[in-house]
């Protein structure tokens, strides 16, 4: 008995060593899968300074509003996306018309379970950012809330945000189809129909902030030249301080280097062009990231 009393002794003082020292990682960077770079450092520097009391930049945590694209910006790009992304959403959308939201969630909840990126051959969650998980975390450490704002149909990501990037699914904000509501068999249903009221991508995104956040971000974070309206909304003559950042795929080797002709989605040419000018942070996946998917 005092055998097994000094063994449990054991293991628990080394399970609080292994805990307590991740903590203390944690504590001491929170980005720690960024590298010492510029990029880092305008983010870091930007969140002192707007949740700094008595900094003249201070932001009220109720307006420390971060707003996050989704493909391409916290996990791989989407495949089928393509130019062509409000087209392929009408498409979607007549494949699941007349299923309840319900069976909807059920059959992305099996797709998650099962489906498997062609190139890393892994589960498409296990394929979200490590330093974009890290971002995420750190902002809300911080005050601030974070929200998906992305071209990609609102009621697949909800399903999962929770999950995967500790968003709830009244903070995604995406392309949204009407729904209707009926009585099965005694059961209230909403049921999906083919009509998409909303198409939050481009032009889109800002619009879609003000319906359904209500607040103007003072951080918004995409990689792509259809979060260019997002990033403009955010940063150009916004009253609070506020920063834009780009996600620039540059790393064929751990994940895809594209911009003017990527291989699905994510076209960046007038962001990057536009990244300068208005004193956007661009992220070069290669030289930023010490690490880029999430372990």
């Known amino acids: 008995m005092g055998t097994m009393r000094k063994l449990l002794t054991v293991l628990l003082t ?8 991740s903590s203390n990682d944690r504590a001491a960077d929170p980005l720690s899968a960024w590298g010492d770079t510029a990029a880092k450092h305008s983010i870091t520097e930007f969140v002192e300074r707007v949740t700094a009391a008595g ?48 069976e909807f969630n059920q059959r992305v909840t099996d797709w998650m379970a099962t489906a498997h990126h ?12 490590q330093p974009q998980q890290q971002l995420l975390n750190y902002l809300r450490d911080n005050g601030f809330r974070t929200f998906i704002v992305s071209g990609g149909g609102a009621d697949f990501m909800r399903v999962f945000s929770q999950r995967v990037y500790g968003i709830p699914p009244e903070q ?35 619009s879609g902030i003000h319906e359904f956040i209500g607040h103007r971000p003072i951080l918004a974070v995409g ?62 996946m290669t030289n930023d990231w010490k690490t880029v998917f999430a372990q």
């Open 172 to 206: 995604v904000v995406g392309s949204t189809g009407t729904t209707r509501y009926e009585l099965r068999e005694g059961e209230p249903v909403l049921v999906k129909t083919s009509d998409y009221v909303f198409v939050d991508d481009k032009a889109g995104k800002p």
């Open 118 to 129: 062609p190139r890393f051959g892994k589960p498409y969650d296990q394929l979200t950012y």
């Open 14 to 21: 080394v399970l609080l060593c292994i805990t307590g020292c």
């Open 223 to 284: 990689n792509s030249d259809g979060d260019q309206a997002m990033l403009e909304y955010t940063t150009i003559d916004n009253p609070r301080p506020s920063l834009g950042v780009v996600i620039h795929h540059t790393d064929a080797d751990r994940e895809y280097a594209y911009d003017a002709e990527p291989p699905s989605s994510g076209k960046l040419v007038t962001a990057l062009e536009a990244a300068q000018p208005n004193g956007w942070t661009v992220v070069d």
């Open 55 to 102: 900094n003249p930049q201070f932001v009220a945590a109720e307006d420390r509003i971060a707003v996050f694209d989704n493909d391409g910006t916290l996990w791989a790009e989407a495949l089928l996306a393509g130019d062509r992304h409000e087209g392929l959403l009408r498409v979607l959308a007549l494949t699941h018309t007349g299923m309840t939201t319900d």
